[in-house]
């Protein structure tokens, strides 16, 4: 199949190689026909390159060079406007060729419904999988304005309909009485922090592995960026040391979601994302 847009300089996420076996692969999934406040997350992936550039490809915080690490940024899916159930489709027919293909998959939304897919291919793969959800929003709703698929919903179908085992919740600020409920029933719950609680359960998140990420987990006095920002989050200082925790298990797949670059005209919204990408593949990435 074909991955999605032509790649070239400017285009491409920094440090990628122009090579499609490469064990790690990072594509974009520019879907956000449910966001239900501000549209605009269709437009993260290609923000998220394009900043890339003011980026070393050295991470100091990890002494670790992307020379190191060999991916492919495959670009952004061809997915038709406002027909969710084929995007959804494609989304998991790519991340199915990247997993089949024994290379670790890096998603970028999009809104939280891409996680949808991505969790629907892996899970299939890897039945009974541990996911990690860092988020300001529990997204555990049975179903926002009659729709049954939603960002709003992705966590609670996943649950429902797919192969996955724990649920490790990060960061959630926001939810519904009964969100909080199904929360303390069917997840493992740890709202308002990420890294302090990630210390005390780490030994608890054993087997494959799938991180989604949601980029409102952040305040968004650093976050603004997004489409429904929630006050009273995380630091950047807080994320980066939780996702050095999560180093030690076994990560199969990960993905970023919500960043919406028109509400951030400083762009320190998609400067953030691009150093979370970059660290991302500096842990998780498979080796050559």
């Given amino acids: 199949m074909k991955w999605g847009i032509d790649t070239w300089p400017g285009r491409t996420f920094i440090g990628a190689v122009n090579d499609e076996d490469a064990p790690n692969v990072l594509l974009g999934a520019p879907m956000d026909y449910s966001a239900s406040f501000r549209p605009g997350s269709r437009f993260g992936p290609e923000a998220i390159r394009q900043v890339s550039y003011n980026l070393e490809e050295y ?5 670790r060079n992307l020379d190191d690490l060999r991916f492919f940024d495959a670009g952004d899916l061809h997915l038709p406007y406002g027909n969710v159930s084929r995007s959804l489709e494609l989304i998991e027919q790519a991340v199915i060729k990247i997993i089949d293909n024994n290379r670790m ?29 860092i988020d300001a929003h529990a ?9 049954e698929y939603s960002h709003a919903t992705v966590i609670g179908a996943a649950l429902k309909e797919l192969a996955i085992g724990r649920v490790f919740q990060f960061g959630v600020r926001s939810a519904t009485q009964a969100e909080h409920r199904r929360a303390q029933e069917e997840t493992e719950f740890y709202p308002f922090a990420f890294a302090e609680p990630l210390r005390r359960v780490i030994e608890e998140i054993q087997g494959p592995v799938y991180i989604t990420l949601d980029i409102d987990v952040v305040d968004p006095g650093f976050a603004p960026g997004t489409g429904t920002p929630e006050s009273g ?10 996702l050095q925790i999560l180093a030690s298990r076994e990560i199969i ?25 970059r660290e991302a593949l500096l842990l998780y990435g498979k080796q050559p």
């Fill in 59 to 63: 991470s100091l915080q990890l002494a």
């Fill in 139 to 147: 997204d555990l709703r049975n179903e926002y304005m009659d729709e």
């Fill in 105 to 133: 998959p890096f998603v970028l939304g999009g809104d939280h419904l891409v996680s949808y897919p991505c969790l629907k291919a892996c899970s299939r793969r890897w039945p009974g999988l541990t996911v990690v959800h």
């Fill in 233 to 242: 989050g995380i630091t950047p200082t807080e994320l980066f040391a939780g």
């Fill in 253 to 277: 797949g990960f993905d970023l979601v919500e960043l919406a670059p028109a509400y951030d005209p400083s762009g320190i919204t998609a400067a953030l994302a691009a150093k979370i990408v």
